[in-house]
């Protein structure tokens, strides 16, 4: 019994160390194959049509909606201390440090990532892939880096209009509905956030999500068994998957960057 | 002849991890002629042409395309060679995020720097050859299972392969449709002077169109011939499958132990 | 090649992602007060920083006129020694003073300089002389309750 279930333990560890050297040499070979997704470019154009563009109705309304909350939640807990004229400050910095960049990210995962992993699992079910390979064309070059170059792109810009459309939300509910002094509000926001130690950071916070999300849902699709189950199962791991890489990452990412205060 | 094979394989094995698929197979595919390759599911007809193709490695014996052995080749020879090869996947294996046009003008595009111009009328001229040159601007999902079929052939042989390769061209047609890919691939591999294999268990329709034609069962050739020989054969194996007869040589039963033990039927109860 | 409706697409996208980040920087964060090229250093020591972090604003009469670069102790004098980065457009007096501020009871801290009557000015690497510490709350809460133990002992002797 107790040796079944160490076998049982063992087999998967083996499984999960195996899969994670596979999918470091997937990596790997994804860069190596990156020359066509720039000198083609329009390859790549393509798929920041599919990842970047199709997530972007999600990534403006969610960011909003966040910014509004974070206003209202800010501007309650402010004025117990009197200091509401902070609120832009608290708004910013939450949605350019933390917030923009990990929603942002998350959304992606589930709006983009997991429609990568469903389009490169049904190719390679259909027999589309081995098609490529047979025509002489190399389906890393041609089907996974394109589509991992556009998701990398798009992570910061998304994450960017994320945090953009939330401080514009703050500033609706914090000036607009509430009456926080404009003046106030902008200023503070100003002095709080530094360009470089937040922003720039936010930005590298994103690219790595980025990174991390489009490399998951690639890897996932084409690792999928070629069939219905195999697909949807691969789908659902991308989102569980990198949502987890993503909150990991963060933590890392936040111990580094902001660990000087 | 063998001066003028485009394919020799010679004393193939091939095994999936430990089960043997493929028991030194020998197979000769003269240049210029229509091949079939036949057996029953399952009997390795897909894997003898990703054996072809380079997609799989035998682990005994050897696959000549063109006098280069095959596995012997590096990623760059065997790129080069998979140019000149057409596949016909089993179930079309169109793009299926790409109009039809695109498809066929796929391998144009990527291994030719043709102008879009001429790209064009190459695309609707093997589009014309299979007869669908005005769903040029549809998309897969749009087509039905036989026209998908066809166009996956205009795709297969865009590049004027020397060597096509049709796996079951034939599943899931209606008779109709069967006919006309029977046909085509015959006026294809004419017109373009190339040499074609067909793996099919589609007797009647392969007797129609090919020069020659090998059965494999339990991994190894059992019976060869022009399609004259195959259909007066006496041979009980191909004589079972010419006619489509259920008792043979081919068994009904997948290998599975012994019936009464599975049922948990004991002697004595 | 053509262009397409997808090309537009992706076009706004980008430009769209970008205008977001041009925003974030110019708006909402400092980068319209950064002028790297056209600033110069200047140093100063405190005996207390309390919670003035780099980055923190310095300002004269409420202007923005610069930011702390680093912060550090001065292994010497045991001091912490800040250095800060100062607009070329405002020069200042030998004799300014550097004050550890709080903008209201609870909020950032930042250095105010007042400026004083010197004709000389300070020049890039320069030491301001005169400082003054951060006001740490809890010393000044201590120093209340010790002032009102001595007043209340006063009081508990008047009467005898
Ligand atoms: N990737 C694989 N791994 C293990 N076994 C396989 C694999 N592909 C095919 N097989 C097995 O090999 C045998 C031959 O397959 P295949 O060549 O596809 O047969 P068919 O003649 O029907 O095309 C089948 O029994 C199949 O189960
Ligand atoms: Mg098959």
């Not at chain 3, 977001?20 to 207390?48: D, P």
């Not at chain 3, 120093?143 to 209340?152: I, N, Q, V």
Request: proline fraction near 4%.
């Amino acid at each position: 019994m107790i040796v079944e279930n160490l076998r049982f333990l063992g087999h998967r560890i083996v499984n999960a160390v195996w899969r994670m050297g596979y999918a470091s040499r997937f990596f790997m070979l994804i860069l190596f194959y990156s020359g066509t997704s720039f000198r083609r470019f329009h390859l790549t154009i393509r798929e920041l049509f599919s990842s970047g563009v199709m997530s972007l109705i999600i990534i403006l309304v969610a960011g909003t909606f966040v910014g509004m909350v974070l206003g209202l939640q800010g501007y309650e807990t402010l004025k117990r201390y009197g200091s509401e004229s902070a609120l832009g400050s608290l708004v910013a910095l939450s949605l350019v440090r933390e917030l923009g960049p990990v929603l942002a990210a998350l959304l992606f995962a589930s709006r983009a990532g997991s429609a990568m992993t469903a389009e490169i699992g049904l190719m390679k079910a259909t027999e589309q892939i081995s098609a490529m390979e047979m025509m002489a064309i190399n389906p890393m070059a041609r089907v996974v880096a394109p589509r991992f170059w556009a998701g990398v792109i798009s992570m910061p810009l998304l994450s960017a209009l994320f945090s953009a459309m939330g401080v514009f939300g703050g500033y609706v509910v914090g000036v607009v509905l509430i009456g926080v002094d404009e003046g106030s509000f902008w200023s503070q926001m100003q002095a709080g956030v530094d360009f470089q130690h937040d922003i720039v950071n936010g930005m590298i916070k994103s690219f790595v999500f980025g990174v991390a999300v489009t490399a998951i849902a690639l890897f996932e699709g084409y690792d999928a068994p070629p069939t219905a189950e195999g697909v949807s199962g691969a789908t659902t791991r991308t989102v569980v998957e990198s949502s987890l890489t993503i909150l990991f990452l963060d933590f890392i990412l936040t111990a580094f960057m902001f660990q000087g205060e | 002849m063998s001066s003028q094979a485009l394919v020799e394989i010679r004393d193939v094995n091939f095994a999936y991890d430990s089960r043997p698929i493929l028991k030194g197979v020998n197979l000769t595919f003269p240049k210029g002629k229509v091949i079939a390759v036949m057996g029953g599911s399952g009997c390795g007809k897909t894997t003898l042409l990703q054996l072809i193709g380079g997609a799989l490695k035998p682990s005994g014996g050897y696959v000549k395309v063109d006098g280069q052995v095959i596995h012997e080749l590096d990623h760059k020879g065997l790129y080069h060679m998979r140019r000149r090869m057409g596949m016909l996947f089993q179930f079309g294996a169109l793009f299926t995020d790409m109009s039809v046009y695109d498809n066929v003008a796929f391998q144009m595009r990527e291994h030719t720097d043709l102008p879009e111009e001429i790209i064009r009328d190459l695309v609707l001229m093997k589009l014309h050859a299979v007869g669908l040159r005005g769903t040029h601007h549809l998309m897969p999902a749009e087509l039905s299972g036989g026209m998908a079929r066809r166009v996956a052939l205009a795709r297969t042989v865009a590049l004027d392969p020397m060597l096509v390769m049709y796996d079951e061209p034939f599943a899931g047609l209606d008779p109709i449709s069967l006919t006309v890919v029977g046909n085509l691939i015959r006026r294809l591999n004419d017109a373009l002077g190339a040499t074609s294999v067909v793996v099919t268990h589609d007797v009647q329709e392969s007797l129609k169109i090919v020069d020659y034609i090998y059965f494999i069962a339990d991994g190894v050739v059992v019976a060869e011939g022009t399609p004259a020989e195959i259909s007066t054969s006496d041979k009980p194996f191909v004589h079972q499958f010419v006619h489509g007869e259920m008792d043979g040589p081919v068994p009904f039963h997948y290998p599975g132990g012994d019936y009464g033990q599975d049922l948990n039927l004991r002697p004595g109860r | 090649m053509k262009r397409t409706t997808l090309d537009l697409w992706v076009g706004i996208f980008v430009v769209a992602g970008l205008g977001a980040l041009a925003v974030l920087a110019l708006k909402v964060g400092n980068l319209s007060t950064y002028n790297m090229s056209e600033s110069y250093q200047l140093q100063a020591h405190f005996s207390n920083i309390g919670g003035l972090k780099p980055q923190a604003s310095i300002k004269s009469s409420g202007v923005l006129v610069g930011r702390v670069a680093q912060i550090s102790l001065d292994p010497e004098r045991y001091e912490a020694k800040v250095t800060m980065t100062i607009d070329k457009r405002y020069q200042f007096p030998k004799d300014t003073f550097a004050n550890i501020l709080t903008s209201g009871l609870l909020g950032e801290q930042y250095i105010g300089l007042i400026p004083g009557g010197d004709e000389a000015f300070l020049k890039a690497g320069d030491e301001i002389k005169k400082t003054q510490s951060a006001v740490v709350l809890e010393d000044l809460i201590s120093r209340f309750l010790y002032s009102k133990a001595e007043d209340s002992k006063q009081v508990d002797k008047q009467p005898n």
